[in-house]
């Protein structure tokens, strides 16, 4: 064993009907690069095929059984079965890191006294986190996305940090000390609760800012889709908790009324979905059913009924080491690829730590090389670690190189000039070093403040640049205005393709505006058009499938995505929803994104037609920006997209509305009208037309079977040219050719 490695971990999987994913799960555990632990599974009353997945396993895990439904009693028999220092819950629809446990050991190394200690969760897709530094109140209300860990260890107090139980590990002997999981919770605050029990017998919760575990939210007994959920125990556990968690800290008259507070809330959640058509009248009579049953049931429960802790947890065995072994199921293998050579791709921004176009299908690329077998690597900022490894993809932060300016030469007018130099000049350092250590042979940019420009200069590195918005049209399209800065950079835009080996512009019309705006001879460099692609949005799909619109719905949902900027043209769609709604009181317009843009005159554009839009409030809705799950389920929800932008180099939100049958309206710019490319895929008006736009709308308000028609084109068009599989094998391909013609 390494001496690294004196912490012995009880890996515990709860299961119940979810075979193939805990077969993938158990699969991942292979990759762990720590090896002092065992790993123990609780199956539930599962009728599927888990217990022929289990017997693949018989001689190299702990396999128990547990014949009612209950998470908690599941979680106790695996405490109980545990022989390792400490217990480390991971759901049966999970992935962790390969260095999940080593991180996880850090905070106990660092931390005495401790109780429990956990990472952060990926959503689905890998682009999102579903929980970080989470922490929760007395009254069972959990705040699970903040930017710091938490720092409530004290035994009395009003909030505590809380861990995800798909993510969530702590000391046995703590568990042992209060009783382990409350057993009257068969589901949902169980694991809030542990936390808050240890934390008041002086046993505090710490986070670690990475510990990463993917979770990938299968469907269950108790959650079939988003909404229709078993609200009984999720009410009566909240009421529950908030009564017995509050007894000492506050009076009888607040652990009466606060309860039915925050049980409240939850109606109104209801009450708003119905409204929005998201569930039916049935469904919400249903679900006030079910609230009711649960508030009076968690009422009765928390006064007057004991805990149902279990002081039984000890019990003597043996820690069985697991015995790693080469994947069994190809499904989750990266190829083996004897020819294969590095990658390393630029991007400032990379999800999840940060957002941006270029991030998002650098990360597709990225992860879908790896998959092809390359070892890759991504120069980035705003990681929490200076190296990391998410995915396979091996991130470097820019703030590993701390250098002194070398181009304060540059006059102080010239800020971004000076600043895209300087961060070139530190990519390249990070990129001759991988260079140098034959660790890459390939380097892809994006054009967009030229990060890789000075990397060009490395002799013998084969250097592609992907075309996007130039600066000049950016410029104009924002109303930016021109000077001696942005004249700089743009020179250096050109400098920058003209040195580059190869050239990937993502639309025909960026090649040739790119082209004429700097008058690029392409027939002496070595160019390929390649579109971008998307993965596809499973989680916005099974809201898609789930969704059942009201019963009485007569209302047409009209959906917008993206800065509320010029380029995006929002001025022009937001004039023409307020002729609309003076015609139609059936339509709602939902305008996503970040609302605080100054548009002109140090106005946002909100102010600037304040008086315009006021007798239509109930009508043209502004959501500000939005989480990757908010933007799912508007995207799901919605039966028209609309972004008439000025100015599109591609336009992927247009994809994102296809790829799940909505017909789409953009505008007949840049690479819109390339994908929007037929009368029958969508519509394109001109730019700055309002009453064009218009029209349009109307047209596909008042015609449902057109909107089915043309969103059932544009989800053919996606499939057929714009998915992430042909974006990575069209790049590997362009790649290979290449490297094939210069030896």
Known sequence: MNMNEELSFSIVICTYNRDEYLERTLESLNDLNYSNFEVIVVNGPSNDNTDQVLSKYIDRIKIYKNQAANLSVSRNIGIKAAQGDVVAFIDDDAIP??????????VYDIHNPIGGAGGRVFGPGGDHFQF???????????????DHPGEFIQQVNDNYNIL?????????????????????????????????????????????????????????????????????????????????????????????AVPLWVASKRMSEFKQWLREGNITKKDFHSFRKMWFKGLIKGFMD????????????????????????????????????????????????????????????????????????????????????????????????????????VFDFISQTMNVTRTNLEYSLKVSYIVEDLYNKGLIKVLESPLW??????????????????????????????????????????????????????????????????????????????????????????????????????????????????????????????????????????????????????????????????????????????????SEQEKNKLLASCDIFVAPSRYESFGIVYLE???????????????????INAEHVGILVEKEQVNLLERALVKLLESPELRK?????????????????LMINRTLDYYNNFLNSVG
């Open 302 to 405: 928390g006064f007057f009924v004991r805990r149902k802790v279990n002081f039984n947890l000890v019990e003597d065995g043996e820690f069985l080491v697991f015995q790693k072994e080469k994947h069994l199921d190809d499904s989750i293998q990266f190829d083996t690829n004897k020819e294969a050579y590095g990658i390393c791709y630029l991007s400032r921004y990379y999800p999840p730590f940060n957002s941006g176009g270029v991030g998002t299908y650098t990360k597709v690329l990225a992860e879908g090389m790896v998959k092809k077998g390359y070892p890759v690597y991504v120069i980035t900022s705003g990681l929490p670690e200076e190296e990391m490894t998410l995915n396979g993809v091996k991130l470097i932060s820019i703030d590993k190189i701390s250098s002194s300016p």
């Open 164 to 256: 995800m139980g798909v993510n969530s590990t702590f000391l046995k002997s703590a568990l042992i000390e209060i009783g382990g999981f409350d057993e009257y919770y068969e589901y949902f605050h169980d694991e809030s609760d542990v936390c808050v029990r240890l934390a008041k017998a002086g046993h505090p919760i710490y986070h670690h800012e990475e510990a990463y575990i993917h979770h990938e939210f299968a469907k269950s007994h108790i959650r079939t889709t988003n909404y229709k959920l078993n609200w009984y125990p999720i009410v009566k556990n909240t009421v529950y908790f908030g009564i017995k968690n509050s007894k000492g800290v506050s009076n009888i008259f607040k652990r009466i």
């Open 709 to 725: 028609s043309l969103g059932d084109n544009g989800r053919i068009r996606y499939k057929s040219n714009y998915t992430a599989d």
């Open 449 to 626: 403040d030229y990060e890789g420009f000075l990397s060009t200069y490395i002799e013998g590195l084969r250097t592609f640049v992907r075309l996007e918005t130039p600066l000049r049209v950016a410029a104009e399209a924002q109303n930016w205005g021109w000077n001696k800065d942005f004249e700089l950079s743009s020179r250096l835009e050109k400098k920058f393709i003209e040195s580059c080996d190869a050239v990937i512009p993502i639309s025909e019309d960026i090649r040739l505006t790119i082209g004429k705006l700097y008058n690029i001879d392409w027939s002496r460099l070595n160019v390929k058009c390649i579109p971008l692609g998307l993965v596809e949005n499973f989680e916005a799909q099974q809201i898609l499938s789930n969704i059942k619109k009201n019963e009485n719905k007569n209302i047409t949902n009209v959906l917008f995505i993206g800065r509320l900027e010029r380029r995006k043209g929002i001025d022009i769609l937001l004039r023409a929803a307020v002729n609309i709604c003076k015609n139609y009181n059936n339509v709602k317009f939902i305008i996503a994104g970040n609302d605080n843009i100054l548009f002109k005159d140090g106005k946002t554009i909100v102010n600037i037609l304040e008086n315009e839009m006021l007798p239509f409030s109930q009508q043209i809705i502004f959501t500000g920006e939005i």
């Open 132 to 146: 970080h530094n989470g922490i929760i109140n007395i009254w069972g209300e959990a705040d699970v996305k903040r």
């Open 97 to 106: 890191e390969p260095n999940w446990l080593h991180q996880i050991k850090e």
């Open 657 to 675: 509305a296809m790829q799940l049958s909505k017909p789409v309206i953009g505008t007949n710019v840049g690479g819109v009208k390339e994908i």
